[in-house]
């Protein structure tokens, strides 16, 4: 019975796409993973270190910090003084310029002016001049010095003793000779005839920064081989962790270090590639109905490649602690959308990954696996969207209780625990919340049904539903008993019972659109008796196509639209079909007309809901509920069923099959039983004289 609806060549690509979807994952998590050159070994000032004794196999210098080295070339260059190129043209130049614009002397004024202006020009180009806005930005430091090379000579002058442009201009109008003639040589406009004498040499400046800063020592001490450096357990302080890393410094330019990188990557690339395979072979071995499906089976891989892919670039960046990131909405959505162990076997899998990019490996696998495993119980049972509330609390506070516990393992002092943590908790709590508006996401980007969403729409009390209830109360009926039907054959036979309860309240919504057309809806008048058999069989057809608009209208995922296509499969209105070939004995008539559009169901759930419709609807067609009649029913429709091949699309066995029609039966017995008559209350006068002459006549007898 179980017939697969995939081709060779489907068959070939997906198992293309599930190569690509392992490797992809694999190549990511690789890629992505710290492979510092600088890096042997994982410590934290403060902290205990973690490896065995170790002790130096080669001479090396000790390296002053970063800051240390930033410190002491910000002293150096405190004192630098910059290079400037004297330029004796400009005088010469600007003064010939002033003489010939003013050959007779300055307007109004005597020839002795411009003998006086020349001379304090002569002055001010002595003294040097340079460019107003250079000269404001070495004036900030009062005791700024810089040099002046005129030819082979280089003389060092304070900046105070030097003019800018603007200086030197006002410098003209105070001095005591020219201060009565003010007013005339601001007419002049002298500014013209004062340029910088000297200029910023760049090259010059740039090489002698250079040279001082290189001058500077790099290290401030030596490690001789042999000498132990630190053993197991010390406590990592702010000397040792300058010899590590000089150490470490060393060791990446060596061959030794290079041939360790080499190993790193290799030792990178057999964990993730074992870690990935494993997780592989579960899906294959434990879950193939996931491992059948790429687009199913790609939530869980993107999940294990994009948390340690956030932690290696956290780590690399230093941005934030590892801890803020929520790995516990990895198993959260798992569990919504697959079951709880594949949640909990993606989650080890994900830290497990990630813990290959941090310092202290026991310490973040054990907070992350109790918060993950916490997020996978609190949503056992996930019926509301705001459940997500209450497990992001979970997780919160197991995250805080394991590390207390692990604080106190290591350290028997309270003050000495780390505060700054319990709020790295706290964050990583309020991100957990993603998962709500996540939660939509994932379910249309993966083709997931997450129970939330199924619960939601089963809610007879809004939306469709309720409209359902309302404008056709006997379809409504039909639904709801159809949904009770199917869900117990679904339990039985291991389908998804709530996704097949919640497609059977949908299945019959475009009866809506004409209710009256349909026997349940009836009361007294049928509007068929003035119809030809195909008018009224397009018009009960119809519903599907109606009910499918319908659910598009409303956005109503396309699993429940599947089910309205299919639970008529490519069957035919029967009744109307039979009525046309009696009424035309000997002719032709069209299959078509009268023959639903299907398809026939192509999952278990929508054979389950196929077979619990016709059911239901043919039971309410008997005369009498016994036994033999119910059953002769059940097996008459659902063989007729079988025969015609609705079900040789979908994986579901002769065994489900079997096992429905024994649930169909007992479930319709019980809504179908025989009731006994209750005898009538007699009147007190009546009662103990009847009782006893029918006592009297069993005596007599």
């Not at 994009?306 to 590892?322: E, Q, W, Y």
């Not at 009926?477 to 709530?498: C, F, P, R, Y």
């Not at 008018?535 to 519903?543: K, N, T």
């Not at 007992?666 to 009847?690: A, F, G, V």
Request: aromatic residues 10%; proline residues 4%.
């Amino acid at each position: 019975m179980k017939v697969s609806r995939i081709s060779k060549s489907d068959n070939k690509r997906d198992i293309i796409a599930r190569i690509l979807i392992v490797a992809a994952c694999i190549v990511l998590v690789i890629w992505a993973l710290p492979r510092n050159e600088k890096q042997t070994f994982r410590y934290n000032v403060g902290k205990p270190w973690m490896y065995g004794s170790f002790i130096a196999k080669f001479d090396f210098p000790i390296y002053k910090t970063d800051e240390v080295l930033r410190h002491e070339r910000d002293s150096i260059l405190q004192a630098f003084q910059p290079y400037y190129t004297l330029k004796p043209e400009v005088e010469e130049r600007m003064i010939e310029k002033l003489e010939a614009d003013f050959p007779d002397g300055f307007p109004g004024l005597g020839a002795d002016y411009l003998r006086i202006v020349v001379n304090r020009l002569h002055r001010i180009y002595q003294a040097r001049v340079m460019d107003t806005g250079e000269f404001n930005e070495l004036s900030k430091d009062r005791a700024a010095m810089l040099r002046i090379i005129d030819g082979k000579e280089v003389d060092s002058r304070n900046i105070g003793y030097i003019y800018s442009t603007r200086n030197a201009y006002e410098q003209l109008f105070i001095d005591e000779e020219l201060g009565n003639a003010g007013e005339a040589l601001r007419r002049c406009n002298l500014n013209e005839y004062i340029e910088p004498n000297i200029v910023y040499d760049r090259r010059r400046t740039e090489v002698e920064r250079d040279e001082l800063i290189n001058s500077i020592p790099v290290a401030d001490g030596m490690v001789m081989t042999g000498q132990k450096i630190i053993d197991r357990g010390d406590i990592v302080d702010e000397a040792t962790a300058r010899i590590l890393a000089s150490f470490e410094k060393e060791n990446s330019n060596s061959t030794l270090g290079k041939i360790a990188i080499r190993y790193t990557l290799f030792g990178h690339i057999l964990q993730v590639t074992l870690l990935v395979l494993l997780f592989t072979c579960y899906l294959y071995l434990y879950r193939r109905d996931y491992f059948d499906k790429p687009r199913s089976m790609l939530m869980p891989y993107v999940f294990i490649a994009v948390f340690p892919m956030l932690t290696s670039f956290v780590i690399a960046h230093s941005i934030l602690s590892v801890y803020i990131l929520p790995f516990s909405i990895a198993p959260m959505f798992v569990r919504i959308f697959m079951d709880s162990r594949t949640a909990f076997f993606t989650h080890v899998v994900t830290v497990l990954l990630a813990a290959m990019a941090v310092t202290y490996q026991y310490e973040f696998i054990i907070i992350q696996i109790v918060a993950g495993v916490v997020a996978i119980f609190s949503l056992r049972e996930l019926s509301k969207r705001s459940q997500v509330f209450r497990t992001a609390t979970f997780v919160c506070l197991a995250s805080i209780l394991i590390y207390y516990a692990l604080q106190l393992i290591q350290s028997d002092d309270d003050m000495k625990l780390d505060a700054d943590m319990y709020f790295h908790f706290i964050a990583n709590g309020a991100l957990t919340l993603l998962a709500y508006p996540l939660m939509y996401v994932v379910e249309k980007l993966f083709n997931f049904t997450s129970d939330v969403v199924l619960f939601e729409l089963s809610n007879t009390s809004r939306g469709l539903l309720r409209r359902l209830s309302e404008v056709a109360p006997g379809t409504f009926q039909h639904s709801v008993s159809v949904a009770n039907l199917a869900t117990e054959v679904a339990n039985k036979i291991g389908a998804n019972s709530l996704l097949v309860h919640t497609g059977a309240l949908y299945h019959d919504i475009g009866k809506m659109e004409n209710p009256v057309f349909f026997t349940e809806n009836q009361q007294h008048n049928n509007p068929h008796e003035n119809m030809t058999y195909k008018q009224s069989a397009q018009i009960i057809i119809g519903h599907v196509a109606q009910g499918v608009a319908l659910a598009e209208k409303q956005g109503l995922p396309r699993y429940i639209t599947d089910f309205i296509l299919t639970h008529h499969g490519r069957g035919k209105a029967k009744y109307f079909y039979i009525m046309e070939k009696n009424s035309r004995a000997g002719e032709e008539v069209d299959e078509g007309a009268f023959t639903y559009p299907g398809p026939n169901p192509f999952t278990k759930e929508q054979a389950v809901l196929m077979m619990a419709d016709a059911s239901e609807a043919a039971a309410r067609s008997l005369t009498e509920y016994t036994e033999e009649s119910i059953t002769a029913l059940i097996d008459r429709i659902i063989d007729s069923q079988v025969a015609d091949g609705y079900f040789k699309e979908c994986p579901i066995t002769f065994r489900d099959i079997q096992t429905a029609k024994k649930v169909i039966i007992e479930r319709l017995m019980n809504i179908y039983h025989t009731r006994i008559s209750y005898p009538e209350m007699k009147t007190n006068e009546t009662t103990p004289h009847t009782g006893e002459t029918n006592r009297r006549k069993r005596r007599k007898k």
